[in-house]
């Protein structure tokens, strides 16, 4: 019998495990997926809003105001990359004065700090701002995160602190007995006191399962074109339009590693499985974005990708329990902003049912992790001479090493597919998208994991890459 067991290993049933493994308590955590932080957590904007623009008094206001300062210690103490780089929400018409002066009043009421900038004042933050842009509101405490490290980093600390993982685990049916619940998978059968559901996307469907039918949830989808990184910043700041009863818009942000996103879209889509992207969409995007910047480097794009926003029918985020059944839905954005501070709110739900008694080894922090590309000529070389496979390049775009792909296959919690290795590490993100690397991939993935080539996959159980050996080579893995 478990005492919690958590039903979705994005970031937010990722926290919610971390911050639950602070205590002693026995917790599972369980994903459909073959890798933690597989779904929305790891396709979108990656921005920790400042927390001005939810509307007072909602949880998305509480929570991601909160989430937004528990951030800087978290990443440190998880060795994520962050950096607060600041936004600027671009008015390009004078009619949006007003509205940017409501949002002045909004910032006000959630007590999070901007300034109004003139369209000199913008210029002068962003040198490639377009002419159009008339007035902007600068948020300093906006961020960026690497979201796949970051999921990665949060179940790690929590596998690392005592929780158990287990993948491939689609949860099908939910039983209710007198004080605690039967959940079972297509495989096994598990029992604990507390259920959380942090299903994202299926959400509502977990919660229907034992007869909680409050909301429902529609796939809200967003488009994005990724630019490759310049070696000069072409923005440093996100900036945003004016947002609108669709959302905040179709933004522009720079990723912690220099690269570029432009997007997201926003429509509603029937089907919690299509990630398609279209040819329209990406036009409209660019014609959007177009009319804040101007130079927009389009030959620098290296690939199209979608996510899909969990809308909730109420408008807010889902938190509620009862009788140890805890729904964290309709997560959409801020989430990822609001995700650390969702999770305390989770933990107080769990108290309503166990006692929770902190443990006297918890331990916030992850084991550093070596990234090559970020260090100095100096500390390389100390690196290389300590563990040769740091001196063995794998990726030559992002410049990653054999040995910060073997970390991340040996960690807790670590990769066992190439888009896994790609997640934590890197290889396959830049301009020639996996073909150099990714056969290097499999081969280590292959010997780390004592597997032969040909059961090695991309992501998924039935994602195959190799069918066959073409030519007798002898050890299958030579
Ligand atoms: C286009 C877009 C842009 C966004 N931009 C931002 C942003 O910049 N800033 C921000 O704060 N937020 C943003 N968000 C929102 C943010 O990404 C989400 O709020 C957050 O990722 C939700 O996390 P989650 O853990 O609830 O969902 P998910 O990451 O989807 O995790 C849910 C997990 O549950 C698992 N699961 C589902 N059903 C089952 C089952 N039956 N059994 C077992 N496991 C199951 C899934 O496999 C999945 O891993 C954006 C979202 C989108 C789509």
């Avoid at 927390?51 to 989430?67: E, L, M, Q, V």
């Avoid at 950096?83 to 940017?100: D, F, N, P, Y």
């Avoid at 990406?282 to 199209?304: A, F, G, T, W």
Wanted: glycine letters at 6%.
């Amino acid at each position: 019998m478990y005492d919690v067991l958590i039903i979705g290993a994005g970031v937010i049933g990722g926290f919610v495990a971390k911050e639950l493994s602070r205590y002693n308590i026995k917790t599972i955590i369980l994903d459909k997926e073959n890798d933690v932080g597989n779904v929305t957590s790891a396709a979108n904007s990656a921005i920790i809003h400042s927390g001005y623009d939810p509307f007072p008094g909602t949880n998305k206001a509480k929570h991601n105001i909160r989430g937004s300062k528990l951030y800087e210690q978290i990443c440190q103490e998880l060795d994520v990359e962050f950096k607060r780089v600041g936004s600027l929400t671009c008015a390009t018409e004078e009619e949006q004065i007003e509205a940017l002066h409501a949002l002045v009043a909004r910032a006000k009421e959630n007590n999070v700090e901007v300034k109004l900038l003139n369209k000199e004042e913008t210029k002068k933050q962003e040198p490639f701002i377009s002419d159009n842009v008339i007035a902007s509101l600068y948020a300093p405490t906006a961020a960026i995160v690497n979201p796949f490290e970051l999921c990665v980093a949060i179940v790690e600390n929590a596998v690392d602190n005592g929780v158990t993982l287990k993948l491939n685990e689609e949860v099908t049916k939910i039983t209710k007995k007198k004080d605690y619940y039967i959940v079972k998978t297509k495989d096994n059968t598990y029992e604990a006191k507390v259920v959380v559901n942090a299903a994202g996307l299926y959400s509502d469907e977990i919660a229907k399962m034992v007869n909680l039918n409050s909301f429902k949830i529609r796939p809200r989808k967003g488009e994005y074109i990724v630019l490759d990184h310049f070696e000069e910043p072409y923005v440093s700041h996100v900036l945003f339009p004016m947002p609108s009863n669709k959302g905040k818009g179709i933004m522009m942000a720079p990723t912690t590693h220099n690269n570029y996103l432009v997007g997201a879209s926003s429509d509603f889509i029937d089907d919690k499985g299509d990630y398609s992207t279209h040819k329209e969409t990406i036009d409209e995007i660019i014609s959007s974005v177009n009319r804040m910047v101007s130079h927009l480097p389009l030959k620098r794009n290296i690939r199209q990708f979608s996510g899909l926003r969990s809308t909730g029918n109420t408008g807010d985020f889902i938190i509620e329990e009862k009788d140890g059944f805890i729904i964290l839905g309709a997560i959409e954005s801020p989430g990822l902003a609001a995700a650390p501070s969702i999770a305390l709110e989770a933990v107080e739900l769990v108290s309503k049912t166990l006692d929770l008694n902190e443990k006297e080894n918890y331990n916030p922090k992850r084991r550093k992790v070596n990234r090559l590309s970020k260090m100095g000529m100096e500390e390389r070389n100390k690196l290389i001479k300590e563990n040769p496979s740091y001196g063995r390049i794998i990726c030559r775009c992002e410049q990653i090493s054999e040995g910060e792909v073997i970390d991340s296959i040996r960690r807790n919690a670590g990769a066992t597919t190439v888009k896994g290795v790609k997640k934590r590490c890197r290889p396959g993100f830049g301009l020639c998208q996996g073909g150099f690397c990714e056969p290097r991939v499999i081969e280590i993935l292959a010997r780390e994991l004592n597997k032969d080539m040909l059961d090695i996959r991309y992501d998924g159980l039935k994602s195959y890459i190799l069918k066959t050996y073409s030519k007798e080579s002898g050890d299958a893995n030579d």
